[in-house]
Structure formats: structure tokens, C-alpha cells
């Protein structure tokens, strides 16, 4: 599928075209007359779109049932946008799983698939997981490789343009991998990398606890916990990618790390040790004094870590996803917190879309991309500049 303007570099064609094309995915097999009406093009004007749109495939003729027939003798002519003309992949690579999202060219959601995965597994290993997954959810959904048309990855650490982690301690053998490169060796299409709170941040935005809100932060909760933000809308990496990098933060003037304050022995916890956390906060909540001593200290952490991050960027909602989402405890802290050194505390919730954010967010890189390919005027939300 190339770009609807088929070569012409037309600002005024390639506007046209995203605004037919966005009136046909929101309407239920509209005529040329609702067309014109929706868009407030001339009937020509849409007509000449329309030609473009059935030559790249991405329109069809919607056939009237019998009772409009019987009714309105010669129906008038209705159109879809094709969603099957191609589809998208959103990944995400974790620490523990590995789990992919499919969809058509509307971002609707067609099949998933997960697998775990040992935190110590090397990024071959993890890779080959990936690829297992993929092929395992593309045979059961019946959708061939050559159909995707871009592909989306969330991965910890942070991750280059061209899809390179620079830094990514989350995982053994991540620093310095050539992921992009790797994955694409899989695919013929397009594929991007992002950050996992990033993808996160955009799949809330997207679908999720942000859809009214255009500056979020989404804090991906942890040990050594990341956060993504949109500001007016727009996905805000840095300059270097690494904006959110909270995680880092104990080492401005701070000797305890994280998992050392969540120990409950004097023994640090290993980052990647999830039931380990999950321990220490099920015996807090059991009344076990020394797991509540910890889950304090860790929370408190936890809080002023996102209460910097929300002083510098004055978010209007804060969206606490990662393990935290079963986890109710953070919230009264972080607003009592937030409340105290802002000067109008932004709105705190848990994720929505829980463990299925960051492929949810890749998903929505990969349909960005599409759509900025295909028919965008101005650059998306995800858009790298």
C-alpha cells in the first residue's frame, strides 16, 4: 500500500484524503451524500478521493440488504473502509512474558497471545519467545505475515530512534542490542521500537484511564519504576530518550536503593523478582509489622520519585500502572503527597488496560505509523521528530 495521494504531493489532495478517509472509519457504510455532508467537501472532490481510496484498497462498496432495496428501489451506493486490508502487531517484551496484540487497520483488536518467560533468560532466548508468540497468534487468527503492514515493541530501557537500547538494566543481555534490527529480520513491514512506560503512557491515552486528558504521566510501578508522559497530546521522549527515567533518581544523594528498602531481611530484593514484592506486600497487608515498615518506606520512595516528575511537567492526571495496578495502597499516598507540594494536584487513578498497556501502546505505534504513511497531514501523537 503506497501513500493515497499515489505520488502527488498536493497538501490540499493529502488533506482531503485524511478527512474522507477518517468520516468513512467513524461512519456505518455511508453514501457519497453523507461523505459530502460529514466532511463538507464538494461531491467531486470526494468522488476523486474515493478513486484513490478503492485503488489502494482501502475502500469497498458496502452491498444494501434486501428491505433497502425492496424499499428505495435503486439504493444509492455505500462504502467501508476495508480494516482487513491489512493489519498491525503491538508487542511487548517483559522481564517475566513476552505478549502480542493483533488488529485490523482500525486498531480493533483481532487476537492476542503471551508466553512466559524466565527473568533470566538471555535476549536470544527472549527473542525466540517473541517470535513464537507471533507465530503461534498469526496461525490461529488465520492472518498471513505478508499482511502486516507495521509492527510495534515495548521494551524496558532506553531505546534509540532506530530501535537500539541504549540502556536497558531490566533485562540480562539488553544493553547496547540492536532490537529493531533483530525484530525486523522477522517481518517485512515496518517495525518500531518504543519505551514500555512510553507505550504505556499512549495505549492509556488511547483507550484507557487518559482518554480525556492530554498531559498524563503513566508511572510503570517497580522496583526500578519508569514513567511515560504526554504533553498536549504528544508523546515526550527528550532529547535522549530517556524522560521518565525515574528509577535513577535514588542515586541523586541517596545510598538505599529501592529493593533495599523493600527487604524485609536487610538482603536486597532482586528487581526482577515479582513474587518477592508480591510477598512483602501480601504479608503487610496481613499485619506482618516488618512488611508494612517496608511497604511504607518503598511507597514513600515510590511517591516522591513521581512527585518530582509531576512538579516538572504539571500533568493534569497521573495513571500508576505495572504490578501497582492491584495495588490501591499507592494511591491515597500519592495524592496526600502531590497535594502537598502542587500547586493544583492533578487527578491520580490506577491503569485501565492493567498488564495489556504496553502491547496495547505498541499497537497504537504501529497504527500511527500506518496512518501517517498513508493519509496523516500533521505528525502523530507517536511521531518521532
Given amino acids: 500500500m503506497g501513500r493515497l495521494t499515489g505520488g502527488d504531493p498536493s497538501l490540499l489532495r493529502r488533506i482531503n484524503s485524511a478527512v474522507v478517509l477518517h468520516a468513512l472509519r467513524g461512519a456505518d457504510a455511508p453514501t457519497l451524500t453523507d461523505l459530502t455532508r460529514v466532511t463538507g467537501l464538494s461531491r467531486p472532490t470526494v468522488e476523486g478521493v474515493m478513486e484513490g481510496l478503492f485503488e489502494a484498497g482501502l475502500v469497498v462498496e458496502s452491498m444494501p440488504d434486501g428491505g433497502e432495496a425492496r424499499r428505495q428501489g435503486r439504493p444509492a451506493r455505500r462504502f467501508r473502509f476495508r480494516a482487513e486490508a491489512g493489519h498491525l502487531l503491538g508487542i511487548e517484551i517483559g522481564p517475566h512474558r513476552v505478549s502480542a496484540l493483533l488488529s485490523g487497520l482500525d486498531g480493533r483488536i483481532i487476537g492476542a497471545g503471551a508466553r512466559e518467560v524466565s527473568e533470566t533468560a538471555g535476549a536470544d532466548d527472549r527473542l525466540d519467545k517473541v517470535r513464537a508468540v507471533v507465530a503461534d497468534l498469526l496461525r490461529r487468527t488465520g492472518v498471513a505475515r505478508s499482511s502486516l503492514r507495521a509492527v510495534g515493541a515495548g521494551s ?34 515496518p517495525v518500531l521500537v ?21 498531559d498524563i504521566v503513566f508511572v510503570l510501578a517497580g522496583l526500578s519504576p519508569g514513567a511515560g508522559s504526554l504533553i498536549g497530546g504528544r508523546l515526550h521522549r527528550g532529547f535522549g530518550g530517556a524522560a ?45 509489622a516488618r512488611a508494612q515498615a517496608a511497604v511504607e518506606r518503598f511507597i514513600q520512595r515510590l511517591v516522591h520519585d513521581v512527585a518530582a516528575l509531576v512538579l516538572a511537567l504539571d500533568p493534569e492526571l497521573v495513571v500508576v500502572g505495572g504490578w501497582a495496578t492491584g495495588l490501591d495502597d499507592v494511591l491515597d499516598p500519592l495524592r496526600s503527597e502531590l497535594a502537598r507540594y502542587c500547586l493544583r494536584p492533578p487527578r491520580v487513578t490506577l491503569s485501565l488496560l492493567g498488564e495489556a498497556a504496553v502491547a496495547t501502546g505498541a499497537l497504537r505505534l504501529a497504527l500511527d505509523h500506518v496512518e501517517e504513511q498513508l493519509f496523516a497531514v500533521e505528525g502523530t501523537v507517536t511521531a518521532r521528530r
Fill in 156 to 189: 524496558p530501557g532506553i531505546v534509540e530512534a532506530d530501535g537500539t537500547v541504549r540502556l536497558g538494566t531490566a533485562l540480562p543481555g539488553w544493553t547496547g542490542l540492536a532490537l529493531g534490527d533483530r525484530l525486523r529480520r522477522s517481518f517485512r513491514c
Fill in 194 to 214: 518504543e519505551n514500555d512506560a512510553n507505550a504505556a503512557a499512549v495505549a492509556e491515552h488511547w483507550k484507557g484511564a487518559a482518554t480525556e486528558s492530554d
Fill in 244 to 288: 521518565g527515567e525515574i528509577g535513577a533518581l535514588h542515586l541523586l544523594g541517596r545510598e538505599v536503593t529501592p529493593e533495599r528498602l523493600l527487604s524485609t531481611t536487610g538482603t536486597p530484593l532482586d528487581p526482577l523478582d515479582e513474587p518477592a514484592v508480591a510477598d512483602v506486600f501480601a504479608k503487610a497487608r496481613q499485619g506482618d
